[in-house]
């Protein structure tokens, strides 16, 4: 019954347009876009996505920057190394892989960041501009989602969408562009009482749990347009795909679905934010006679 929301083709449409606008960056003012990234503690599955997005970087040529810190590391620690990156006129982007260890401040992390290099959208200053439906970065997941709703054809405007979860970098976010879409945005978490009854009524299911195969087939309204955010160990959603698929009108597909969406946004934006920063550095000083 369900037709395939597939993220890689539009994800790599994407990239190679951020890979043109980098290339005629560097050509017209010498500068490349570089994005840097802090990854705090030995993690092997955020390693991995570290080291995806830097490859994807280098394939858009976008450079990158890789800091990586102890588990140990204190939230002061953190805060100044991220602040000497927003200080840091070569780099344009900075991307704090989530989630840090527990006895770190992460919104304290967060907010070290520069919001003109928050390219993955996570400062407060970026949710604002989500919630109020202004210009700016966007969360990269939540951002990537709406474009793929929207390349899909997907009616926002008026839809009951449920978020499960509610991360400062996914489930959040998520809900504010879709209200920001006019979505009537129902949020769902962990002390949720009646999950499966309340998600019967979405028509747009955001699923961003961090539990393998968690939302069931009988949990779906049918038709109802389904976006799997999880990515667990082995690649498998936070959706049962083989239940889901049978009932929904739309599914996302893992791997191929958001998480290549992702990487597109982060490139995009780190593109954005290099050709903002540059207009401003290779703006010719005024010499009074
Ligand atoms: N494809 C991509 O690009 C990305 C994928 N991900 C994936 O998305 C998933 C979620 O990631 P992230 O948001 O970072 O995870 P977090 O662990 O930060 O957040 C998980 C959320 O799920 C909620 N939750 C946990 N258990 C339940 C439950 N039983 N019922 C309802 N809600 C529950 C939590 O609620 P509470 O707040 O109450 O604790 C929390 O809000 C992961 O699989 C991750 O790998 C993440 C980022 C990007
Ligand atoms: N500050 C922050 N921002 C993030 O965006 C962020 C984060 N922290 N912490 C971890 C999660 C995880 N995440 C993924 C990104 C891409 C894929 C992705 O591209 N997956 C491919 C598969 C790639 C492969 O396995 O080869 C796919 O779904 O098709 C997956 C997961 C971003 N995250």
Same mark, same amino acid.
């Given at each position: 019954m369900s037709k395939l929301m597939i993220g890689t083709d539009l994800a790599a449409e994407m990239v190679a347009k951020a890979a043109e606008r980098a290339a005629a960056l560097q050509e017209k003012t010498g500068v490349q876009p570089c994005l840097a990234t802090v990854l705090v503690g030995d993690d092997p599955a955020s390693a991995t996505y570290v080291r995806m997005k830097q490859n994807r970087s280098k394939k858009a040529g976008i450079g990158s920057r890789s800091v990586v810190l102890p588990a140990e590391t204190t939230t002061g620690e953190l805060v100044a190394e991220l602040h000497k990156l927003s200080n840091d006129p070569e780099v344009h982007g900075i991307l704090l892989q =989530? &989630? $840090? &260890?527990? =006895?770190?401040d992460e919104r304290a992390a967060f907010e070290a960041i520069d919001p003109a290099k928050d390219v993955d959208g996570v400062t407060m200053h970026a949710f604002a501009a989500m919630a109020f439906g202004e210009p700016g970065f966007r969360s990269c997941t939540p951002g990537g989602i709406l474009r793929l709703l929207e390349a899909y054809d997907v009616p926002i405007a008026g839809a009951h969408a449920v978020v499960i979860g509610r991360s400062p970098i996914l489930g959040k976010p998520a809900g504010m562009l879709l209200l920001a879409s006019n979505a009537t945005v129902t949020y769902t978490h962990s002390r949720t009482v009646n999950l499966p009854e309340i998600v019967r009524t979405a028509d747009i299911v955001v699923a961003a749990v #961090?539990?393998? !195969?968690? @939302?069931? #087939? %009988?949990w779906l309204k049918p038709g109802a347009v389904v976006v799997d955010a999880g990515y667990n160990? #082995? !690649? $498998? #959603? %936070? @959706? =049962?795909f083989d239940e889901a698929a049978s009932v929904a009108s739309l599914i996302t597909p893992v &791997?191929?679905? @958001?998480g290549p969406m992702t990487i597109a946004l982060l490139l995009e934006q780190a593109v954005d934010a290099a050709e903002a920063q540059s207009e401003t550095a290779v703006r010719p000083v005024v010499t009074l006679p």
């Open positions: =989530h &989630p $840090v &260890p527990g =006895h770190i #961090g539990k393998a !195969n968690f @939302v069931r #087939g %009988d160990e #082995g !690649n $498998v #959603g %936070d @959706v =049962h &791997p191929g679905g @958001v």
